[in-house]
Each structure stands twice: as structure tokens, then as C-alpha cells.
């Protein structure tokens, strides 16, 4: 059989699964996998929310609850909850950062009160900040109210993951799929091991290389860049990273330290919107998001945060919308159809329709004049088995999509001429 | 005031003919004028007049011929005509050196302060600050060595420059300890002559600025709080990456202070927990003695490659010597890349090592400063934005009991210090422009 018609195999292997608008964006190096006879699926709980003055608290029980409860699985747990605080600086003024591109502060305030009431044993929030800033210090630094969030839940741990942090040794989580895109396993924090329960606190916005961020997203900012760094040691991590991920994950122009798993196939597209959907799934897949949260409260459009061009703020009340649920695959397709598209688009159609101007890029150095995209992460995810980005598998409770959804691309800024 | 730009005989009497209307009704009120002069003309020319109208100095602006020998025709020009006029040359901050005779030190090549979301070379990433054009550090700079001679700032802004750039220019002067030659413009002017209700009230926010400078000139004379001593060289060959050194680190909000080369001695470093020796290109032996005094001690020197021949590990720009009780920190690069040394400056002294944070200032900038007792510290605060600082948050290691918050346009106000995991923490609930908070034990 020739490669091609392997192709067309497993193409209309796809179809016959309802995937084919995945098989589209996915590239030659996945053409000979197995499909996943199934994918598993679990509720996914939609709110409308206006304002974070809300009772979020109430508004988040309800929605645990509509997804079958939070109590046996937190109770007596340890909980590790991901923050989703990307970046920093000036933000998008008048509004903190967490009313637009970080997740907000009440939010966690309330999800970690939550699990403090249902008896959670441990909750340790999670971000991989600039080494040497720490977790608490740089939430201060963007509005967060520490005293609400300490009154939340007293015994409060905070863990800067970009290094080793407060452990001893990295801990290697292996990706559960057969066929890991880019990397088999990942050498993480301890903290991401070290929990019975990990949550993905996500925004619900743009992005600029992945067309989304959220619960899936979110977790690739897990990756240390001591390891998975610019000026990661070479054979070692350098715990005193500074720079970002750029040259590692997004670009492959060097591999992680020698220390950890490098990746699987070094021929493979060095494209970033190749590369990240897929990083992002092999994260996923190594260490799997238990609940994932999102906050749509108020957010920004145009990108992740504002140091993406042309990206802008959303006013107050806009989305409106918290997402609940237990798989992240079904949960980030239920929000994509929340935002207005079609979470099975195809790589260059919106969301995933990307554009990055060549002058300051520097991403045509892999890419060159070849249009421009993101794969989409939710079909890469259900290819590989981690859940189902099909909506109809999906049983959303709470407000139905089409009452609650919120037009994201007629938000955006227009797009350049080049890009139209 | 414009005194000579060199055109045709008649404009300049004309124009020399309202300053001299100008200067003596001004002078009535008590106000004292300077005539400004670009190049083109000679002393023989506008030194006369000048001195028939009585101004009280000529402010030599631009490129002349000569040099500072022009300046010095110019002052010899005044004193044959027994005028005790001053001599201001406005140049650049690389032309200013201690030696430099003049009672009052002038900078040209100030900007115009405020905050650039993007700034030509630098890439905007997640973790970027927002660009800030300030003039705290070309004024410290100058400052460090100018004694009692006063540092005038001279930037000119934008021909739409908003009110609140007016008093950011006066308040940037100010928080670097030197004043802001006030230049308005056309329009405001026009305005003014107008009584426009909008320039009217524009310049009364500028006169409340410029009268609360100089209400509390005695707080300017503060000495800085510093955990950090920038060791500069005014004679040194680089000024220009040594002056944007200093302003990156100034940027990081480091609290520091300038010690000029020639002062530098033990006890300039008393107190501090770090110094910069990176403009030390061939420190000599005394220097290196001091430095290493320092370090024995339990400090930490940044220094260049001739401190020490040593393997750089691939893919970082220095390696940390330990030394006694310190260390140094020894760099690849004779100047390394200014950006990345400031930051590098902050994660070597350590965030909660710096005696002052601050939070939610990314516009922001500071300067700290104690009086001699050491009861009394002084925090200004200078939003470099065009929107208000919401929420800034100060956090201070120290045993004061009392914080309250000054700014020029409104009446000082108490604000509760909070204790914080052993620190005292300060919440300022809105800082348009510029606001200094006092703390005293």
C-alpha cells in the first residue's frame, strides 16, 4: 500500500467516525495511526454570568453539581489548579488583567472556597512565572485580591512551576497515546504529579498561533522553561530561565535539555501552528486536565493577551458565560461553539485562522510564504482518543449553546488586507 | 524667552524689543528671565541688548561654533559689560561633567516623559513592560555630581501635549531632583492669551505642580534610598550605554543611588547590598580593593570580564564568583545588553531584597528617599500613563507607623499601613499623574 493510499484509508477511516473535517488538519506523520474505535465524552455545564460580583460561588455549585459533583472528587484530595495568568505588564487598561486575558481572581477565589468546602485536604494554585517571581506576588501584581483568596481557603499553596520549584526532581509524565505528535513524555514540576486532582482554570479567548485559548491551551504554559526554555541548559535544566519558549516549542530550532524526552520525529514540520496544537496535545494526553473550568465572564479578543497586535479588551458582561467539565476535549468544544464557530473547522478557518505580520515575525524562518494556520486542537485531541469534539456526543446542561453564545470574530479587530 | 536665533537685525530687535517689555513687567512680579539663544548669531550681537534689558541669563541652546568656547565669549562678553547675567549651555548629558563651569547644569537631550506601548528594537512579548520614556535617571545621573547647582531639564513636547503631559513633564524633572525647563505650547499659549477656560485651567494644574516642587523643596534633598550603587563614569568613554544602563535600572524600580566614579570609596557603598562596576572597563587596583572589600563583606559586585578570567557557561551572560561572604557576578561582554543586565540586576539582589516593591505600577516609576534621621521616607510616584494608576501597591520593609499621601492637586490624605507576612504594605487607591507617599516611624 503507498503512503497516498494509506492516506485515503485513513481518511475515510475518519469520515466513517464523523472525523473528516479532522483529517484535514491533521498532517502526513499521523496518516498511519489507528483511529480510536471510541472516544469518550463527558457533560459539560454552560452559565450565563455577567459580572464577577456575581455569587460565582453559587453559580460554580450549581454547575459542579450539574456535572455530577464535585464531592468524591475532591474530598480529601490533593488539587492542583492550573492558573491560566499568561504574561503581564501594562494589560489592557482601564480593566486588570484578570477581567481580560488572565482568569480572574474572584473566580478562583470561588472555585478554591469550593473545594475547601467539600473538604479538599490540599490546593495548590500552579503557574510557570519568570523564575524568582513568585506565584502570590505576581497575582498581587494583577489585581488579584490576596485576602479574598486567603479567606477562600486558608491553607492556600502556591507553586512557581517554570523550574524545579519547591521538589527535588522533575517528574516525567509520559503522554497515554500510542502516537505522541512531538513529544512522548514531559519533564514537569512536581507538582504536577504530586496531585490527586488537576484542574485547568482557564480564559476563553483568542490566540494567536492556536486560535483559542482554554482549558487545553492553558496547560501549555505547565512546561518549565528550564527545560523547554530559549536558554534551557543543554543538557541540564537552567533553573535560572529567563527566556521563553519560542525556540523550543514553538519553532523545534533546539530540543529541550538532553535531561528530558526530546522529541519523536525531527524531520517533522518546524511550524508553529503545526507544532503548538500538537505540543498541547501530547501535554494533555501526559498529564490529563480532571476538571476543567472556564471563565468567560469578560475577556479580550484579537488574541491572548495585549501584546498581540491588534488584539483588544471585551467590555464588562461580555462573553457572560462559565464553562464546566470533566474532559477537556468536550469542555473547549462546547466553549468554541459558545464563541461562535465550529469547533470541527478545519486549520485556517476561524478560529484557527491565524495571521502573524511577516516584518515582525519571525516564524516564516520555518514557514516561509506559505498561508498561514493553526491546527485545531480539538480534532488533533479526539484523533489521539483524549475526547470528543464531535458537539452532538456532547450532553451540555445548563443554558443551551445557541441561548448563550457569544459572537467572538465580529469582536475582532478587522483583520489586514494581507490576511483577508 | 527667545532672544536670538540668528535672523535678520530687524526680527531680532523686534523680538528683543517685547522680551525687554516682557522682562521688565516680569521682573515687577518678581520673576526672573532668562533669554534663550540658538545658533547663528555672535555675543557681539545679543550680549548688549541683553544686558540693556536686564535679563538674568542667556540659555545657550543648540550647536555653536566652537563649542564651549562660544560659552566662554559669552560669558566674558557679559562680565566686560559688568553683568552678573548667567550662562546656561543646554547640551547633552555626554557633554556634562563635574567639571563643567556653570551654575546651573542643563540637559538637551531629555525626552518627553511618557509610556510607548512599542518601542523601536524592542519585542513585544507576554512578559514585556510597557516602554517608558522617563528623565529620572538622566537627572539622578547628573545630580550625582552637580552639588548645589541646580539641573534643568529641557525637552520640549508634543505640539498636542494633553495637561496632565505638562505636569508629567514637571513631576519626572522633579522626582530625579531637577526641574523642568517649562515650555508650552503654541496653542496653549494662544489659549492662555485667550483665556481659554481649558488653557486657563491647564496652567493652573501646572502652576499647582510647579508650586509644590517648590513648597517642599526640602524633600528633593532627601538622600536616595538604595540597596544598589550605580558606579558611573562621567569621563568614561561609553556614556551612552552606561546612561542607558542606569535607566534601565531606574526602569526596574531598583531603589539606588549614583556614585560618581572619582567618589567612589567604602563608605559610598555603606548600606548597600550591591554595586554596579560595569563602568569600570580597567578598574584600578584601588577600585578593585574597595569592590573587594565590598564583596568579602557579604555584597555582591556586577562587574565585566576584566574582573576575572573565567569559562562563561554557554547560553548566559555571566557566572556568579562567590567571594567571602558575597559574590560577583562576572559578565561575558564589557557592556552586556542593557535590557537583560537590568533584569538580571533584579533576579541577582532578589525581588524581596529590593526594601521597596511595588504592584500593579507597570506605568509607573519611583524614587525612594530617606531624610537624615532615617524616620522619614519619601516614596514618589510618577504614572507615566495617560490613564490613571489604579490600585498601586507599595510594600515596604520598615518599622513605620504613619503613611500619608501628598500630590499637588489635592490635600494630603492619611492612608492605613497594612502589616503583610512581616512587611508594611500601602494601597494607593488612584494615581492620575504624580503623588508622593510619606512614611514616618
Not at chain 1, 492550573?82 to 504574561?87: A, E, M, R, V
Not at chain 1, 461580555?318 to 461562535?340: F, I, W
Not at chain 2, 547640551?91 to 516623559?113: C, G, M, N, Y
Amino acid at each position: 500500500m503507498s503512503e497516498q493510499q494509506m492516506e485515503m484509508t485513513r481518511r475515510q477511516l475518519l469520515v466513517g467516525m464523523g472525523l473528516a473535517a479532522g483529517a484535514i488538519a491533521l498532517g502526513r506523520s499521523e496518516c498511519t495511526w489507528a483511529a480510536p474505535s471510541s472516544v469518550p465524552t463527558a457533560p459539560v455545564s454552560v452559565a450565563k454570568c455577567r459580572s464577577y460580583d456575581e455569587d460565582l460561588a453559587a453559580k460554580l455549585k450549581t454547575m459542579f453539581d450539574q456535572i455530577g459533583g464535585i464531592g468524591k472528587l475532591v474530598q480529601g484530595k490533593t488539587i492542583a489548579i492550573k492558573l491560566n495568568l499568561t504574561g503581564g505588564g501594562r494589560g489592557f487598561p482601564p480593566y486588570p488583567h484578570g477581567d481580560t486575558f488572565w482568569v480572574n481572581g474572584k473566580l478562583t477565589a470561588a472555585v478554591c472556597h469550593l473545594f475547601n468546602q467539600a473538604g479538599a485536604k490540599r490546593i495548590r494554585l500552579l503557574e510557570s512565572n519568570s523564575v524568582g517571581l513568585k506565584v502570590e506576588d505576581k497575582i498581587l501584581d494583577g489585581g488579584w485580591d490576596m485576602k479574598l483568596l486567603k479567606n477562600a481557603a486558608p491553607d492556600l499553596e502556591f507553586e512557581n512551576t517554570n523550574n524545579l520549584g519547591s521538589g527535588k526532581r522533575y517528574a516525567r509524565l509520559r503522554a497515554k497515546s500510542a502516537h505522541p505528535y512531538i513529544y512522548p513524555a514531559f519533564d514537569l514540576n512536581h507538582s504536577y504529579e504530586d496531585c490527586d486532582l488537576f484542574v485547568s482554570l482557564a480564559k476563553m479567548k483568542h490566540h494567536e498561533e492556536c486560535g483559542v485559548t482554554l482549558s487545553m491551551k492553558n496547560v501549555f504554559g505547565a512546561t518549565p522553561c528550564s527545560i523547554y526554555g530559549d536558554d534551557a541548559g543543554v543538557d541540564e535544566p537552567n533553573e535560572g530561565v529567563r527566556r521563553g519558549r519560542a525556540e523550543v516549542l514553538h519553532f523545534g530550532r533546539r530540543q529541550p535539555s538532553k535531561s528530558a524526552p526530546q522529541e519523536v520525529d525531527l524531520t517533522s514540520d518546524r511550524y508553529e501552528g503545526h507544532r503548538v496544537p500538537r505540543i498541547v496535545t501530547d501535554l494533555i494526553g501526559a498529564r490529563p486536565i480532571d476538571l476543567a473550568i472556564i471563565d468567560g465572564i469578560q475577556s479580550c479578543v484579537g488574541g491572548e493577551g495585549p501584546w498581540v497586535p491588534r488584539s483588544k479588551a471585551l467590555p464588562p458582561g461580555q462573553p457572560g458565560l462559565l464553562v464546566v467539565g470533566l474532559n477537556p476535549v468536550c469542555t473547549d468544544t462546547v466553549a468554541v461553539a459558545l464563541m461562535g464557530y465550529d469547533p470541527r473547522a478545519e486549520a485556517g478557518k476561524p478560529p484557527f485562522k491565524v495571521w502573524k505580520d511577516k516584518k515582525q515575525g519571525d516564524y516564516q524562518r520555518e514557514h516561509g510564504d506559505l498561508p498561514q494556520f493553526g491546527d485545531n486542537t480539538l480534532l488533533l485531541a479526539e484523533a489521539v482518543g483524549l475526547g470528543s469534539a464531535e458537539l452532538k456526543q456532547i450532553d451540555v446542561r445548563g443554558v443551551p449553546i445557541k441561548d448563550a453564545g457569544f459572537d467572538f470574530e465580529s469582536r475582532r479587530a478587522p483583520w489586514p488586507a494581507e490576511a483577508r | 524667552m527667545t532672544w536670538s536665533a540668528g535672523g535678520d537685525s530687524e526680527t531680532e530687535q523686534q523680538q528683543q524689543r517685547h522680551v525687554k517689555a516682557y522682562a521688565w513687567e516680569a521682573r515687577t512680579r518678581g520673576i526672573a528671565v532668562l533669554g534663550l539663544v540658538h545658533p547663528g548669531g555672535v555675543p557681539s550681537s545679543f550680549v548688549g541688548p541683553a544686558v540693556e534689558a536686564g535679563l538674568d541669563g542667556l540659555v545657550l541652546e543648540g550647536e555653536f561654533p566652537g563649542g564651549e568656547r562660544f560659552v566662554s565669549e559669552v560669558r566674558r562678553a557679559l562680565q566686560s559689560k559688568n553683568s552678573a547675567a548667567v550662562v546656561v549651555p543646554l547640551i547633552a548629558r555626554e557633554k556634562h561633567a563635574p567639571s563643567l563651569d556653570t551654575p546651573i547644569l542643563a540637559a538637551a537631550d531629555a525626552v518627553a516623559p511618557g509610556l510607548r506601548e512599542f518601542a523601536r528594537g524592542v519585542e513585544a512579548t507576554p512578559s514585556s513592560e510597557p516602554w517608558i520614556d522617563s528623565n529620572i535617571w538622566l537627572a539622578r545621573s547628573i545630580c550625582s555630581w552637580s552639588g548645589i547647582r541646580p539641573v534643568w531639564l529641557g525637552e520640549h513636547l508634543a505640539t498636542n501635549a494633553a495637561p496632565a503631559d505638562y505636569l508629567r513633564a514637571i513631576a519626572d524633572a522633579a522626582v530625579g531632583g531637577g526641574r523642568w525647563v517649562v515650555a508650552l505650547s503654541d496653542e496653549l499659549h494662544h489659549g492662555l492669551r485667550q483665556k481659554q477656560p481649558e488653557a486657563t485651567a491647564a496652567w493652573r494644574r501646572i502652576a499647582a505642580y510647579l508650586k509644590f516642587q517648590q513648597e517642599h523643596a526640602d524633600w528633593y534633598e532627601y538622600a536616595p534610598f538604595a540597596v544598589y550603587g550605580f558606579i558611573q563614569d562621567s569621563s568614561g568613554k561609553d556614556r551612552a550605554i552606561s546612561g542607558e544602563n542606569l535607566n534601565l535600572a531606574c526602569r526596574q524600580r531598583i531603589p539606588l543611588r549614583v556614585i560618581e566614579r572619582a567618589q567612589l570609596s567604602a563608605a559610598a557603598l555603606e548600606g548597600l547590598r550591591a554595586v554596579h562596576g560595569i563602568d569600570l572597563i580597567q578598574p584600578t587596583e584601588q577600585e578593585r580593593k574597595i569592590l573587594s572589600a565590598f564583596v568579602e563583606n557579604g555584597g555582591l559586585a556586577v562587574a565585566g570580564p576584566s574582573w576575572k578570567q573565567m569559562e562563561i557557561p554557554k547560553n548566559q551572560d555571566f557566572a556568579v564568583l562567590p567571594a567571602g561572604r558575597g559574590r560577583v557576578a562576572v559578565y561575558r561582554d564589557e557592556w552586556p545588553e542593557p535590557g537583560s543586565l537590568a533584569k538580571d540586576l533584579v533576579d541577582l539582589l532578589g525581588r524581596d531584597n529590593l526594601g521597596v516593591r511595588f504592584f500593579r505600577a507597570a506605568s509607573v516609576l519611583s524614587h525612594i528617599s530617606i531624610d537624615k534621621t532615617g524616620n522619614r521616607m519619601l516614596v514618589q510616584l510618577l504614572n507615566y500613563a495617560s490613564y490613571s494608576a489604579d490600585s498601586v501597591l507599595v510594600r515596604v520593609v520598615g518599622d513605620f507607623r504613619t503613611a500619608r499621601f501628598y500630590t499637588p492637586e489635592s490635600a494630603p490624605e492619611e492612608v492605613a499601613l497594612e502589616k503583610s507576612d512581616g512587611r508594611l504594605e500601602v494601597n494607593i487607591p488612584r494615581l492620575p499623574v504624580y503623588g508622593v507617599l510619606l512614611l514616618e516611624k
